[in-house]
Protein backbone atom coordinates (compact mmCIF):
# COMPACT_ATOMS: atom_id res chain seq x y z
CA UNK A 1 0.00 0.00 0.00
CA UNK A 2 1.76 3.41 -0.93
CA UNK A 3 1.85 5.98 1.54
CA UNK A 4 3.22 9.35 1.05
CA UNK A 5 3.65 11.36 4.40
CA UNK A 6 4.26 14.87 4.40
CA UNK A 7 6.12 16.88 7.76
CA UNK A 8 8.00 20.22 8.05
CA UNK A 9 4.64 22.60 7.58
CA UNK A 10 3.93 25.41 9.90
CA UNK A 11 4.01 29.42 10.78
CA UNK A 12 6.37 31.51 9.72
CA UNK A 13 7.24 35.11 8.57
CA UNK A 14 7.17 36.29 5.01
CA UNK A 15 10.59 36.25 4.12
CA UNK A 16 11.09 33.16 5.84
CA UNK A 17 11.85 29.53 4.63
CA UNK A 18 10.67 26.11 5.24
CA UNK A 19 11.46 22.80 4.33
CA UNK A 20 8.52 20.24 4.07
CA UNK A 21 8.88 16.53 3.74
CA UNK A 22 7.61 14.06 1.62
CA UNK A 23 8.10 10.18 3.33
CA UNK A 24 7.05 7.89 0.10
CA UNK A 25 6.85 3.96 1.07
CA UNK A 26 4.97 1.15 -0.50
CA UNK A 27 6.44 0.53 -3.62
CA UNK A 28 9.47 1.93 -5.97
CA UNK A 29 8.80 4.62 -7.44
CA UNK A 30 11.75 4.98 -10.02
CA UNK A 31 8.94 5.13 -12.78
CA UNK A 32 7.07 7.89 -10.50
CA UNK A 33 7.09 11.57 -10.71
CA UNK A 34 7.01 12.94 -7.36
CA UNK A 35 5.69 16.41 -6.76
CA UNK A 36 3.94 18.90 -5.15
CA UNK A 37 1.17 20.94 -4.91
CA UNK A 38 -0.66 23.61 -3.15
CA UNK A 39 -4.52 24.56 -1.98
CA UNK A 40 -5.47 27.80 -0.29
CA UNK A 41 -8.60 27.92 1.35
CA UNK A 42 -11.02 28.06 -1.05
CA UNK A 43 -9.35 27.57 -4.20
CA UNK A 44 -8.77 24.63 -6.60
CA UNK A 45 -5.09 22.46 -5.64
CA UNK A 46 -2.20 23.59 -8.30
CA UNK A 47 1.03 22.20 -9.41
CA UNK A 48 4.00 23.97 -7.48
CA UNK A 49 6.55 21.69 -8.19
CA UNK A 50 7.87 18.05 -9.66
CA UNK A 51 10.56 15.88 -10.44
CA UNK A 52 11.13 12.37 -12.04
CA UNK A 53 11.90 9.72 -9.07
CA UNK A 54 14.73 8.10 -11.15
CA UNK A 55 16.55 11.75 -13.19
CA UNK A 56 17.47 15.20 -11.96
CA UNK A 57 14.77 17.24 -14.05
CA UNK A 58 12.79 19.49 -12.30
CA UNK A 59 9.44 21.24 -13.04
CA UNK A 60 7.84 24.53 -11.67
CA UNK A 61 4.92 26.47 -11.16
CA UNK A 62 5.88 30.27 -12.39
CA UNK A 63 4.85 31.28 -8.90
CA UNK A 64 7.67 29.71 -7.12
CA UNK A 65 10.40 29.54 -9.39
CA UNK A 66 13.87 30.65 -8.16
CA UNK A 67 12.59 30.26 -4.62
CA UNK A 68 11.24 27.26 -4.29
CA UNK A 69 13.49 23.90 -5.01
CA UNK A 70 12.57 19.96 -5.31
CA UNK A 71 14.90 18.31 -4.32
CA UNK A 72 14.92 14.01 -3.25
CA UNK A 73 16.84 11.30 -1.50
CA UNK A 74 16.77 7.90 -2.54
CA UNK A 75 18.68 6.60 0.60
CA UNK A 76 15.51 7.98 2.36
CA UNK A 77 12.76 7.54 -0.35
CA UNK A 78 11.97 11.04 0.89
CA UNK A 79 11.07 14.11 -1.27
CA UNK A 80 11.36 17.39 0.13
CA UNK A 81 10.37 20.84 -1.09
CA UNK A 82 12.80 24.15 -0.24
CA UNK A 83 11.06 27.04 -0.03
CA UNK A 84 12.80 30.15 0.44
CA UNK A 85 11.81 34.33 0.39
CA UNK A 86 7.70 32.77 1.28
CA UNK A 87 5.24 35.31 1.11
CA UNK A 88 1.95 35.86 2.22
CA UNK A 89 0.35 34.14 -0.83
CA UNK A 90 2.09 30.96 -0.57
CA UNK A 91 0.04 30.06 2.75
CA UNK A 92 -1.62 26.43 1.65
CA UNK A 93 -2.19 22.98 2.67
CA UNK A 94 0.85 21.61 0.56
CA UNK A 95 0.70 18.09 -0.67
CA UNK A 96 2.42 15.59 -1.99
CA UNK A 97 1.77 13.60 -5.27
CA UNK A 98 3.12 10.87 -7.04
CA UNK A 99 2.37 9.93 -10.88
CA UNK A 100 3.30 6.63 -12.80
CA UNK A 101 4.49 6.50 -15.84
CA UNK A 102 6.09 9.02 -18.39
CA UNK A 103 4.75 12.42 -19.02
CA UNK A 104 4.96 15.36 -16.22
CA UNK A 105 1.72 16.00 -15.10
CA UNK A 106 0.39 19.71 -14.20
CA UNK A 107 -3.34 18.36 -13.03
CA UNK A 108 -4.09 16.99 -9.73
CA UNK A 109 -5.98 13.92 -12.03
CA UNK A 110 -2.60 12.74 -13.14
CA UNK A 111 -1.39 11.86 -10.17
CA UNK A 112 -2.22 8.31 -8.15
CA UNK A 113 -1.57 8.83 -5.01
CA UNK A 114 -1.41 11.72 -2.47
CA UNK A 115 -0.37 12.47 1.29
CA UNK A 116 -2.26 14.06 3.83
CA UNK A 117 -1.15 17.30 3.51
CA UNK A 118 0.17 20.22 5.53
CA UNK A 119 -0.18 23.24 6.46
CA UNK A 120 1.62 26.40 5.50
CA UNK A 121 0.74 29.37 6.69
CA UNK A 122 3.26 32.95 5.72
CA UNK A 123 2.09 36.07 7.75
CA UNK A 124 2.62 39.37 6.70
Known amino acids: QVQLVESGGGLVQAGGSLRLSCAASGRTFSNYYLGWFRQASGKERDFVAA????????YYADSVKGRFTISRDKTKNTVYLQMNSLKPEDTAVYYCAAKGGYGLGLSIGAYDYWGQGTQVTVSS
Open 51 to 58: MWWSGTST
